[in-house]
């Protein structure tokens, strides 16, 4: 029986995919498959695909964008390996990540997933950061109830396959925002524990244009992680069950809730938007939404917003890194 599968969804990453593949090749176990998905990219992602020629892995296109959503979806139904991992297309894994991760699941039955720590790396290949995610059950729950967006590094995890295709795959709920990984990782905690361990055996590559640096511009959409958090706290007062998964009354009522600070100060999306855009270094954006986002009656809040966008565009990023170390700014660490 095949030990681990490996799925790769991938999408306009020929510049990084063959690194990505390597890294699964030179694993230090040899059981394992890969399957990959060309999901119509635009670029030669295809074509690099196309080079390799190893028999463990199995390549797959669809005609049509279907959006990660959809192409985790197809692969997790297709794989066969006893535990699995979704690996995204631009980054990559350290040699032993496989071997580690399934023997723990090996010898902890009770576990459904196995996480660990990762280096952020530059789109060039840098290592900028190590972060450090050494968490038992224990505080994983309390994280994904306090809504914690970084409950856990997703492409870091390994789980039993039979559990996710139980799940079906990630949710369509979260086609046009991000979380569907988290959430996917939260539901799986209703077949047994979690655990993310202080070994760093993930490298998360940071690029302008990636899918975790979208803008959104919706509650729903920017809020996710508390919906996240909604959800399982729902799940874990009744019995499994919440407003996606039944009938089950309260998420609407929620999204309220979330959009009621948009309508108290009308020019806070903006804000948010403009601080976003910044680090995306789309500048015009950046000034435009922070500039009509302005307003005088939350006139701290704009000042702030103004100063931080300016700094972003006019200070050099290794520079901001060394401030928010010095200061121990963790959450603008993880935007930078």
Not at 16 to 41: G, H
Not at 263 to 276: A, F, N, P
């Amino acid at each position: 029986m095949i030990k681990v599968s490996v799925i790769i969804p991938a999408y306009n990453c020929e510049g990084f995919i063959a690194q990505c593949i390597n890294s699964v090749l030179e694993q230090d176990i040899e059981n394992y498959e890969i399957l990959v998905c060309d999901d119509s990219s635009t670029d030669n992602t295809y074509k690099e695909l196309l080079k390799f020629t190893d028999s463990r892995i199995r390549l797959y296109k669809n005609t049509t964008n279907l959006g990660k959503i959809k192409t985790v979806e197809r692969l997790l139904h297709l794989a066969i390996g006893k535990y699995c991992t979704i690996l995204d297309s631009d980054d990559y894994i350290s040699t032993e990540k496989l071997r580690k991760q399934s023997i723990f699941l090996d010898k902890k039955e009770d576990y459904a997933f196995i996480a660990s720590s990762f280096y952020r790396v530059s789109e060039t290949g840098i290592i900028l950061s190590q972060e450090i995610i050494d968490r038992d059950f224990l505080g994983l729950n309390n994280s994904f109830i306090n809504g914690d967006p970084m409950t856990v590094c997703c492409g870091t995890v390994m789980f039993r396959t039979k559990d996710g295709k139980e799940l079906g795959g990630y949710n369509q709920y979260f086609t046009d925002c991000n979380g569907e990984d988290l959430d996917f990782i939260s539901r799986l905690l209703s077949f047994g524990l979690g655990y993310s361990s202080s070994d760093t055996l993930y490298f998360y590559r940071y690029r302008a244009n990636s899918l975790t640096r979208r803008v959104f511009d919706t509650p729903r959409q920017r809020h996710s992680h508390e919906i996240i958090s909604f959800l399982y706290k729902q799940r874990l007062l009744n019995g499994g069950k919440d407003s996606l998964n039944s009938n089950l009354d309260g998420l609407s009522e929620f999204i309220e809730t979330l959009s009621s600070r948009y309508v108290d100060d009308t020019g806070l999306m903006k804000r948010k938007c403009s601080i976003d855009f910044s680090l995306n270094k789309q500048y015009f954006k950046a000034l435009r939404n922070c500039i009509s986002g302005f307003r005088f009656r939350y006139f701290i809040s704009s000042l702030k917003t103004f100063i931080f966008v300016v700094s972003i565009i006019m200070i050099p990023k290794f520079i901001l890194l060394y401030l928010k170390g010095l200061f121990d700014y963790k959450n603008i660490s993880k935007k930078l």
